[in-house]
């Protein structure tokens, strides 16, 4: 069962047992499919969701995504991705 | 079975829709229903009022033809329903193949034919999800409404599925004669240690309108259950999803049936047949194809019955000039039609719609006549007329 949180950098988020995250061919895009609904991600939001794996934490994929993003600064992408992950725990399409 | 529909989630920068909304979608999700075989005789069953027999059932081979093909024309999700889906052998079969080829996979089932070790089998075949129909909390009622006595089984399957770690979700049916135990039903989902419950209201299709005078809740039950809701979501945030569908006859615009007709979703019939909603079938003047005889990608793309409804052109006024049309889709064609024997009458839950007054007078006597028996759903040998 998820608790309702707020991430942090801390944190190591992982998608719940009901929740699939695939690459869709015809779509073109990443999505999340869950019990009755489909979560279609934009490009950004697909790359980050790929790293969210149960083993890397927050911090882990935003300094990854720096070093694949040379130039962005960090805390821009932190933001993003903190931006990004929290509606997704707050529905339940991510856990710790 | 109870209805299924499915929400679609963008992230912010894709809100935008495309340009040549008339074109053909990408479809979400396909219902299968395997079979219109079930232990229970719910009266407001979603099945048609004409159910196939076994023996008009198609088989293991075309199932899985017809899952293959979902996945080639972008379905991502594969609903596997009746009936009661787990009466048919196979299941454990069609969900590993619907599972190894990508398919998100759901079971919606009763939950009273089912035992752990097939539980299990379905956990290992890569089912996703299950979700369990309950009549109402108290045992008694809800034993009657189903028209069987599973109450017991069906909390002794839900703690089963929970225990092999599948994800639950509890489908509650709520109407005028179990809403007074809606708190209790949400208690009794987040025992069971549910993720999702849905309070689906009946929707007066089918066996329900049959029904209509027995379910329709009144407008103070339903504003209570509304509440209750609205609390239950705020103490129960990130411990149990609450999905609420409200009866459509209390509501001022119509809901959006399927997300639009041939827009997102597509049913198969236990016989094979392809509909574009699963009470397509009560729109008797439409021919449906069978996948035993075309292609899934052929059928969503020309069917007939798929091009009837889809995208707008097809719309009278006042939809026509409506800045909802493309909101609403027009509502459901198949209330339009029972309600006013009319297949493009706007949707009569619309407060602009001239038919608006077939509504009214079941309203206008909710909860002042004395509750009627059930009609239960029950399998009639059909005459088989060619």
């Given at each position: 069962m998820t608790t309702l949180l707020t991430l942090s950098e801390e944190h190591t988020p992982k998608l719940p047992r009901h929740a699939k995250l695939r690459y869709d061919e015809a779509r073109k895009k990443w999505i999340i499919n869950a019990p009755e609904r489909v979560f279609e991600l934009d490009d950004i939001a697909g790359k980050v969701m790929q790293l969210?794996?149960?083993?890397?934490s927050i911090k882990e994929i935003i300094d990854g995504l720096v070093k694949k993003f040379e130039g962005a600064p960090r805390e821009v992408i932190a933001k993003d991705v903190l931006a990004m992950l929290q509606p997704l725990a707050e529905k339940g399409f991510i856990i710790l | 079975m109870t209805e299924t529909k499915i929400e679609i989630e963008k992230s912010e920068t894709q809100k935008s829709f495309s340009a040549n909304k008339e074109k053909l979608q990408i479809p979400y999700a396909v219902l299968c229903e395997?079979?219109?075989?079930?232990?229970l005789s719910c009266?407001?069953?979603?099945?048609?009022?004409e159910l196939e027999m076994k023996s008009n059932e198609i088989d293991t081979q075309t199932w899985k033809k017809a899952l293959s093909e979902a996945v080639k024309i972008g379905i991502l999700q594969a609903h596997f329903s009746g009936g009661?889906?787990?009466?048919?052998?196979d299941l454990e079969e069609l969900v590993q193949h619907a599972s190894s080829i990508g398919l998100y996979t759901n079971l919606i089932t009763s939950?009273?034919?089912?035992?752990e070790e097939r539980l299990k089998k379905l956990y290992d075949a890569g089912l996703d999800h299950v979700q369990v129909s309950f009549q109402d909390t108290d045992p008694e009622n809800s034993n009657r409404i189903a028209g069987y006595k599973g109450h017991e089984k069906k909390l002794h399957t839900a703690k089963l599925i929970r225990k092999v770690g599948l994800p639950l979700t509890v489908n509650a049916v709520m109407h005028r004669q179990n809403l007074h135990n809606l708190e209790s039903m949400i208690d009794m989902a987040v025992e069971l240690d549910a993720e999702r419950l849905e309070v689906a209201q009946v929707q007066y299709y089918g066996w329900a309108l049959k029904n209509q005078t027995a379910f329709l809740p009144t407008r103070e039950q339903l504003d209570n259950a509304t509440e209750i809701v609205e609390t239950a979501r705020i103490r129960l945030k990130g411990i149990l999803a609450i999905d609420y569908v409200v009866?459509?006859?209390?509501?001022?615009r119509p809901k959006s049936c399927m997300g639009g007709w041939g827009r997102q979703f597509l049913n198969i019939t236990p016989a094979g047949k392809v509909l574009p909603?699963?009470?397509?079938?009560?729109?008797?003047f439409l021919n449906f194809d069978n996948i035993k005889d075309r292609s899934l990608s052929w059928i969503w793309e020309h069917s007939e019955a798929f091009n009837k409804?889809?995208?707008?052109?097809?719309m009278p006024e006042p939809c026509q000039s409506c800045d909802r049309k493309e909101i609403?889709?027009?509502?459901c064609r198949c209330q339009a039609f029972a309600l006013t024997?009319?297949?493009?009458?706007?949707?009569?839950?619309?407060?602009?719609?001239?038919?608006?007054h077939v509504l009214d007078e079941p309203l206008a006597n909710v909860g002042k006549e004395e509750i009627p028996d059930f009609i239960y759903r029950k399998i009639k040998v059909k005459r088989n007329i060619k």
């Open positions: 969210v794996n149960g083993e890397s | 395997l079979t219109h075989r079930c232990p009266p407001y069953c979603s099945n048609p009022v009661e889906p787990t009466s048919r052998k939950g009273v034919l089912i035992n009866p459509d006859y209390y509501a001022r909603c699963h009470a397509a079938e009560s729109l008797n409804f889809r995208g707008t052109s097809w609403d889709w027009g509502g024997g009319n297949q493009n009458a706007t949707d009569p839950t619309c407060e602009l719609s001239p038919y608006r």
